[in-house]
């Protein structure tokens, strides 16, 4: 015992950190838009988009293969091809190009969004973390006695003292990552250890890594207990309470512009696509309180010719009933009452469902309206075809191509999660992740309660949802806009730009915001992000024949 506790100490003295130089995959060839990044290509392929060369390098976790059961830092592309399998077939894919991300370069001071701690090569980080291990375990041990896994052992447990020398010298995203990996490779004596030190480490009030860690590990908890759907049920549907809920989401609506950036893109192009006609048919696949469509409607008010006859069907769904405290029927008075107000003849069409179970019937076309679709961040919870043979995502995208419209618009998270394995996907929420909660943090007091409560009602349900379920039961399946690009050209559809004074509209939101937040167009789609790295994207289509 006194042998083994003296290679521990040693193990963790190792641990310092030291000054070491960083890599750039922004700059690099081999890399595109970044997590929610898009892939400007035409039938799947990406390009690279290069803005300004920034002065020091970094390079990403997701850029980091796996070598001899560690993570290695000196080769690009690797994370997103360990999914084995393209979004449209069951077979591999080793070039699945549209799976690269698209990334800002970076103009500003300051640590990149995503990017585990540089080093001098790969071999550095490789026996770094093998030197963690070893720390974290010891050479003698048994599968670690934890009170978050239901596994037995002789080891003698870290005291708090250890635990506490320990964690100054350890690096938060890295020791999170060597826990999915162990839980990848079913090795519960190095995840077991590795979620006892997480544990000292993360908090709901602290750092963003700190916040976006709490989640994490509560999602790997969940994933060992099978217990992922529970509770991404209960952080779902069962609390807080409506108001609170609602209180919880009008404050991220408020301090970041994700939501107000796909409603004003959305409309921009809906505005000029439905220009002069005389019946109009708005389609909304997440109408939630059904605040979009208010600017619009003044908007369409004041047209030459006079106003046209609006008809806004809402699809709706458990969670948004739950926030607003009641039915599609509040959505369908409120706008009645702004139409009223601007004398704009309006009907309202509530779809009280899932959008898995929407049908043709229940949009209730009419004869001679113009036709518009959206999507506001909602088609990536349709299972497609790696799901379910039924592969709602790709029927509601026919559906919808059967309309003619003549607008549909697309916003998306830009994350590579949807068939990826497990490991994979949740590297990518890391440095997703990573930046979204960076952006929070720059828009609110990191002590502020009601924050906490909306990261925590608002945005860790999600990650808990990626992390812990598998399979039917994992809703939150993103892709890149590469893939979504593909997708949409396979159900008959083209992409449709955004026009220069649309750009313009959209970029004068972000005045309001942090210098960090980013807009930029690439090949006709809007692609909103922190920093270097794209988190969200807004296209528009049409029909191609």
Known sequence: MQTSQQHRNTAIHMLHHKPMKKIDPYSSPHFQILENSVCPDTGGQGKNVSFQTYKEEFFTLE???????????DSPSAVSGLSNRSPFSPQGSHSYL?????????????????GCSG????????????ELEVSLLGPESDIVDSHYCCYKSDMTRWSGNEIAEMIPKLN????????????????????????????????????????????????????LEKSGSMIYKTLKCEVPTSE????????????????????????????????????????????????????????????SGGPPLIRITGVDDTQSNHARGGGLHIVGKRLSEVAAKYNV??????????????????????????IAVTFPYVLHHMPDESVSTENHRDRLLRLVRSLSPKVMTLVEQE????????????VESVDYYTAMFESIDAGC??????????????????????????DAERVERHELLGKWRSRLMMDGFTLCPFGPAGIGEIRNLLKDYDENYRVEEVDGALYLGWKKRALVTSSAWRCAY
């Open 345 to 370: 003849p309006f009907e309202f069409n509530a779809a009280a469902m899932s959008g898995c179970e929407v049908d043709l019937e229940n949009l209730r076309i009419q004869p001679g309206e113009a």
């Open 63 to 73: 850029s980091t293969p796996v070598i001899d059961g560690f993570i290695a830092c």
């Open 119 to 130: 080093v001098d090569d790969g071999n550095d980080l490789k026996y770094k973390l093998r």
């Open 172 to 223: 938060l995203k890295n020791v999170l990552i060597r826990c999915a990996l162990a839980i990848s490779e079913e090795d519960m004596y190095t995840a077991a250890n590795c979620m006892e030190v997480l544990g000292h480490m993360v908090s709901v009030s602290g750092e963003p890594m700190q916040r976006l860690g709490a989640y994490m590990l509560e999602g790997l908890r969940a994933r």
């Open 445 to 470: 007091p990191r002590d502020n309660n009601q924050r906490i409560s909306a990261e925590m009602h608002c945005v860790a349900r999600d990650i808990v949802n990626m992390i812990a379920c598998e």
């Open 415 to 426: 994350s590579n999660t949807n068939t990826s394995s497990f490991y994979s996907r949740f």
């Open 98 to 114: 549209s799976d690269h991300h698209h990334h800002f370069s970076e103009t500003t001071s300051g640590s990149p969004v995503s």
């Open 244 to 303: 609170e809920l609602m209180t919880y989401m009008s404050i991220l609506y408020q301090i970041c512009p994700y939501w107000k950036f796909a409603y004003l893109s959305s409309n921009v192009i809906i505005r000029q696509a439905l220009l002069n006609e005389p019946r109009v048919h708005i389609i909304d696949f997440q109408i939630a309180q059904g605040s979009q469509w208010i600017p619009l409607i003044q908007d369409l008010a004041c047209q």
